[in-house]
Structure formats: C-alpha cells, structure tokens
C-alpha cells in the first residue's frame, strides 16, 4: 500500500518569496514520485518527476523537488515565487510502472502568490 | 509528452440524459484512466484500462461506464444523468517505459441540472 501526504492545504507566499510546498509518502517499495500543477479549470500538467536517478529533480517552471529516503519526503521548491505560479499543485506516488491503481494522489496544496 | 484531447470541455445537460465524454490519445499510450474531480478536492480514479478490450473500476466507485476499443480512444458513458454527476472528468494516458508518468487531458466539466 501506497500513501501521500501534502501537508497544508492552502500556502500563501509573497512574490518573489520562497516557494516550499511539502510532500510525505508511504512506499513497501521504491517509489517513483511527481508533482503536477493545476491551473483553474485545465488538466494536470507534470511539473517533475523522481524515477531513482538523481536526488535533486528539476523541472519547469523554475521548481525543483529532493527526494529523502530518510525523511520519505519529496518537498517542492521554488526559489523565487511569481505571480502565475498561483495555481493547486499535487503530490503522487508510485510503486512502479505497474497498474494504475498504484498511483496515488495527495489531496493538493492550493498555492497563493501575494503581490 | 503526450497529446490527450477531451470533448466536451464543458457541458451542461438535465437529469436522466445519457452522455458520453470523449478521450483520445495521439502518442499510442496502452494505458489509459478516467479520473473524477470536484472542484477544489482531490482527484480520483473511476476507471482505467490496460489496452484495447481491457477496462477496470478504479478506487472510486462511479455509475460510469467506459470501452476500450481503439488503442487511441477512451470514452466514458453516463447512462442517465444526476446531479451527483456533476464534476470535472480528467483522461490521461501514460507509457510503462516513462516510469509510469501519467499525461492528462484537459478535462471535462459536466454539470447535471
């Protein structure tokens, strides 16, 4: 069983702040892990993803994500906050490339950029 | 990336009707989901399929139903309309060889009056 946990439902950031919106998960086995953005009234879009390369995932937009085994966390980042990064961004898990029953989304976290 | 189209983007239809929102993929995905969002909530499978013939329920139970006939193209039926109904519906599709990574569509809003 598979698990994510986004902790905060709503953050607020001024522009040009630091953006950090948090991810938890829950694997038996390695996980693969991404993030998507959601703009109002559109689909997901894929942000990034970890398939076990690299740590330190970087994808569009300007954000990053690290990948902690210790911690079982996969935090997103942005150094510099603008104002079209408003938008829900979700957390998901998978086990693997298998079903997709086994892909599994966080709740959101709602991203607010302050002027 | 892939190329997912979803029609209708939005659709307003009254209690009872029968509706079918389309779904097609242009890049030959063997997977492909139905996932139900409320506005503002989180999104949950009601359906996916492995491959052409192959259709499964997903975490969600839902009223829906979906074939799989074409590789490229994923419907999904409401028989007859409730307002319970009333949500947005996002395709996706994605490739074993991409770690699984799922592609979505746009997705549809259906509101049932």
């Known amino acids: 069983a598979q698990s994510v946990t986004q902790l905060g439902s709503h953050v607020s950031v001024s522009e040009g702040a630091l953006v950090l919106l948090r991810c938890n998960y829950s694997s038996s086995v390695p996980p693969y892990l991404f993030w998507y953005v959601q703009y109002p009234n559109q689909g997901l879009q894929l942000l990034l993803k970890?398939?076990?390369?690299?740590?330190l995932v970087k994808g569009i937009n300007g954000f990053e994500a690290e990948f902690k085994k210790s911690e079982t966390s996969f935090h997103l980042t942005k150094p510099s906050a603008h104002m079209s990064d408003a938008a829900e961004y979700f957390c998901?898990?998978?086990?693997?490339?298998?079903?997709?029953?086994?892909?599994?989304f966080g709740s959101g976290t709602q991203l607010t950029v302050l002027p | 990336e892939a190329d997912i189209y979803q029609t209708p983007r939005y659709l307003v239809i009254g209690t009872g009707k029968k509706i079918t929102l389309e779904c097609s993929q242009t890049?030959?995905?063997?997977?492909m989901y139905w996932y139900q969002q409320d506005p503002g909530m989180e999104l949950h499978l009601i359906h996916y399929s492995y491959g052409v013939n192959s259709t499964e329920k997903g975490d969600l139970s839902s009223e829906s139903t979906v074939s799989r006939i074409r590789t490229e193209h994923f419907p999904l039926t409401l028989e007859s309309a409730r307002p319970s109904h009333t949500s947005q519906y996002l395709c996706?599709?994605?490739?074993?060889?991409?770690?699984?990574?799922?592609?979505f569509g746009e997705g549809s809003w259906l509101t049932v009056v």
């Open positions: 998901a898990v998978s086990a693997g490339s298998g079903s997709a029953r086994q892909l599994t």
């Open positions: 996706a599709s994605s490739l074993p060889s991409s770690g699984n990574t799922i592609y």
């Open positions: 890049m030959g995905h063997d997977k």
């Open positions: 970890y398939t076990s390369a690299a740590t």
